[in-house]
Structures are given as structure tokens and as C-alpha cells.
């Protein structure tokens, strides 16, 4: 395992703040190219999560129509079990 020198990012929405990534593999120089390459990391991680949402819906979904749901807790406090 190599040990990298960590990221920085100068984006004008961090107010002058510097921004260090460690756990960043390419480092983030300030060119058109590693901006580029930031836009098309963080639109894929977008995608990933849209789509990681839309299968754990789905899968939630599926349980429910299994038979199978979330049990009540406020029932049991209210009961005092």
C-alpha cells in the first residue's frame, strides 16, 4: 500500500477554506482535467446511489408483500412490556 499526499480542493464554495481529501486516489490539482474528473466521480456516485435506492425499495416492497413487516415498539411501550 502506497502512501499518497492528500487532495486538495479550492472550489469557491468552500469560502477560501482549504479541503483536504486523504482518502482520494488521484490528487486534485486545480486543472480542467482533475476537475473534470471530480464532475464524473461524483455524478457516477449519484447514479450508484439512485440506484442502490431504487433496489432497496424494491426489496423492502417485496418483504412487505411476503408478509413480513416492522414491528410496532410504541405498542409496547404504551403497554409497558
Do not use: W
Not at 8 to 14: A, E
Not at 61 to 81: H, P, S, T, W, Y
Amino acid at each position: 500500500m502506497s502512501m499518497r499526499a492528500p487532495t486538495t480542493n479550492t472550489s469557491s464554495r468552500g469560502a477560501g477554506i482549504r479541503v483536504h481529501y486523504c482518502a482520494e486516489q488521484s490528487e486534485n490539482d486545480g486543472s480542467m482535467s482533475s476537475s473534470v474528473l471530480e464532475t464524473l466521480k461524483r455524478s457516477m456516485a449519484a447514479e450508484y446511489s439512485r440506484e442502490l435506492s431504487v433496489k432497496v425499495f424494491s426489496g423492502q416492497c417485496r418483504l412487505i408483500e411476503l408478509g413480513f413487516a416492522k414491528e410496532d415498539r410504541q405498542d409496547m411501550v404504551r403497554d409497558g412490556n
